[in-house]
């Protein structure tokens, strides 16, 4: 691993180097990790602008959308200026600002079944990020397949949700499958555009979501694979649930 940082870096990442859980080897960790952030609006926009910051080497980052006017109330990556502008393009440039040491890869693409494994294949860990539930799966079965840790997180008007995925890591951890084993009717949970939700949720979680991705590319803390946490914004209260796998499981059990 490359310890050799110039007075830049020293500067730059001297409050993680300070920390004796990160260092100047936690440091290097990062700048030598690759991350792929699957959404770049509401949830992928403070998660990708903390990892850009936190010095993470290479960020890819998947979306097919441009930016909306009704996208501003949340997704903070974009700006009135960048209306119509892709928001890969938008996002890059937003974590350029912050942080030029790093390299952002703009995938302007939908994730989908024939590119899906290619792309996380590509990376270290997976953050998922997006709003829809085909685009959910298909990214944690990807994982599963290519056995790369899946950081996920969810909102909805007031509250949010986050766990880490990581079945290869142990017998007893579960997959994403293992807590939803199939999507839900349509109809059933309906999206952000029909429900609503508070801008500063999305920025909580997504927070919360790159605090995880650190964790877990530095080997600190307890990591969060095997729980769920979920989080009331209005009562301000968090919760965890514990997370069994299934050995039956479609995706990881057998």
Same mark, same amino acid.
């Given at each position: ?30 700048? $030598?990790? +690759?991350? @792929? *952030?699957?959404? =770049? ?6 998660? %990708?602008?903390?990892? #850009? ?80 539930? $085909?685009? +959910?799966? @298909? *990214?944690?079965? =990807? ?6 840790? %899946?950081?996920?997180? #969810? ?100």
């Amino acid at each position: 691993m490359d310890l050799d940082f110039s007075e830049a870096e020293i500067s730059r990442y001297s409050r993680h180097i300070l920390l004796p859980e990160v260092g100047g080897t936690g440091q290097a960790r990062l700048r $030598a990790a +690759r991350v @792929l *952030v699957v959404g =770049a609006g509401g949830l992928g926009s403070p998660l %990708l602008l903390y990892l #850009a910051a936190a010095g993470v080497g290479t960020l890819g980052v998947v979306d097919n959308d441009a930016v909306e006017l009704s996208n501003l109330q949340r997704q903070i990556a974009h700006g009135t200026d960048d209306l119509g502008r892709l928001k890969v393009e938008s996002a890059a440039a937003a974590a350029r600002r912050i942080n030029p040491e790093v390299t952002i890869e703009a995938h302007c693409t939908r994730l989908g079944p024939d590119n899906a494994a290619a792309l996380v294949g590509a990376y270290d860990l997976v953050c998922d990020g997006t709003d829809n539930f $085909a685009t +959910r799966f @298909l *990214v944690a079965d =990807a994982c599963v397949a290519a056995r790369r840790t %899946l950081v996920s997180a #969810a909102v909805l008007r007031f509250e949010g949700q986050l766990a880490t995925f990581k079945p290869h890591a142990g017998p007893d951890l579960p997959c994403y499958r293992c807590l939803y084993p199939a999507p839900p009717p349509p109809d059933l949970v309906p999206s952000c555009s029909e429900a609503g939700v508070l801008g500063a949720v999305t920025g909580v979680m997504g927070t919360l979501q790159a605090t995880e991705v650190l964790k877990e590319l530095l080997g600190i803390g307890e990591s969060l694979a095997g729980r769920l946490l979920i989080w009331d914004a209005l009562a301000t209260r968090f919760r965890t649930i514990r997370l069994k796998r299934d050995p039956a499981c479609a995706c990881c059990g057998g």
